[in-house]
C-alpha cells in the first residue's frame, strides 16, 4: 500500500542531506572550545538529523538506524562520560571538574589536559542531548506509542 | 575595490529578490501562489546575498583563512539551494494533502 504523505523527493533530499547534517553536527562538536559551538549545540543538530529522518521517512525505519534500547543507552552513556571525567578529576586529588590535574595520566602540560577535558566533556553533553531530543521527539509524535505517527 | 562593487550589486539583486518574494507572500490571493512566490525568490535572494558576502571576504586579500571562510559560506548557500525548494514542496504538498483548494478561474470572475 502506497502511503499518500511518502514522497520520493523528500526522501531522496533527505538521503542527501542527513550526512552532511551529521558531518556537520560532529565538527560543531569537536569544534566548540575555538568557534562557536560546543555539545548542547551539536547535539542539538545530531538529533535534528534523526527527526529529519522521522519526518521524511517513518518511525520504523528511523527505529531500525537507532533503536529505542541503544538510544536509551546513549542517553546514560553521555552522563557517565560526563560524571566520569569529573570523578576521575576527582580521585587524581583536584576538584571536581578540574581537568588540570588530568595531566598526571595524559603525560601533557596542563593547559593541554584542560582542553582535552573539556572536550571529552563536551562528547558526552552531544551524546545525551542528541539521544534525549530523539526520545522526546518519538513520544510526542507518536503519543507514546513507538509504532507510527499519530496525524 | 572591483571585488567590493561586485559583492554590492550581488547583495543589492539579493534583497530585491527577497523584497519580491515578500511581497508575493504578502499580496498573491492563494496559498499555492504564495508559496510559489517565496519558494524561488527565498532560495535565489538567499544565494544571491551569501555569494555576495562570500565575494566581500575575499576583498581583503586571498589568504587561506579567508578562503577557507568563503568556501564555507558557499557551502551554506548550497544547503540553502537544495533544502529551501524541498521544503516549499513539503509545505506544498502537506496543503494539497489537507484539503486546500487552488484558486480557480470561476473564482476569479465572482
Redesign the interface.
Given at each position: 500500500m502506497i502511503n499518500?504523505?511518502e514522497?520520493i523527493?523528500?526522501q531522496t533530499?533527505s538521503r542527501?542531506?542527513i550526512p552532511?547534517i551529521q558531518l556537520y553536527a560532529l565538527y560543531v562538536i569537536a569544534h566548540g572550545h575555538y568557534s562557536p559551538g560546543g555539545g548542547f549545540q551539536g547535539g542539538c543538530i545530531l538529533g535534528a538529523s534523526f527527526i529529519l529522518m522521522v519526518i521524511a521517512y517513518d518511525i520504523k525505519e528511523t527505529k531500525r538506524m537507532i533503536s529505542e534500547k541503544i538510544n536509551t543507552i546513549f542517553i546514560v552513556l553521555g552522563v557517565i562520560i560526563y560524571s566520569g571525567i569529573g570523578a576521575v578529576c576527582l580521585i587524581l586529588g583536584a576538584d571536581y571538574l578540574d581537568y588540570g590535574i588530568l595531566n598526571k595520566i595524559f603525560s601533557v602540560s596542563p593547559a593541554k589536559a584542560r582542553a582535552l577535558g573539556t572536550f571529552g566533556v563536551e562528547i558526552g553533553v552531544g551524546i545525551t542531548v542528541m539521544a534525549v531530543m530523539v526520545s522526546i521527539f518519538l513520544n510526542l509524535v507518536s503519543g507514546g506509542e513507538h509504532e507510527e505517527a499519530q496525524e | 575595490m572591483i571585488l567590493t562593487i561586485l559583492s554590492v550589486l550581488l547583495i543589492i539583486s539579493g534583497i530585491f529578490f527577497f523584497f519580491t518574494a515578500t511581497v508575493g507572500l504578502l499580496r498573491f490571493p492563494d496559498f499555492y501562489c504564495r508559496m510559489q512566490a517565496t519558494g524561488k525568490g527565498d532560495t535565489l535572494g538567499a544565494l544571491l546575498c551569501l555569494s555576495g558576502i562570500a565575494v566581500y571576504n575575499l576583498s581583503d586579500g586571498f589568504t587561506l583563512s579567508s578562503v577557507l571562510v568563503s568556501i564555507k559560506i558557499m557551502l551554506i548557500a548550497f544547503?540553502i539551494f537544495?533544502?529551501n525548494p524541498?521544503a516549499t514542496?513539503?509545505i506544498t504538498?502537506a496543503g494539497l494533502?489537507a484539503g486546500v483548494k487552488p484558486l480557480m478561474k470561476e473564482d476569479l470572475q465572482k
Open positions: 499518500r504523505f514522497n523527493i523528500i533530499i542527501l542531506l552532511p | 544547503f537544495i533544502a524541498t514542496h513539503a504538498r494533502n
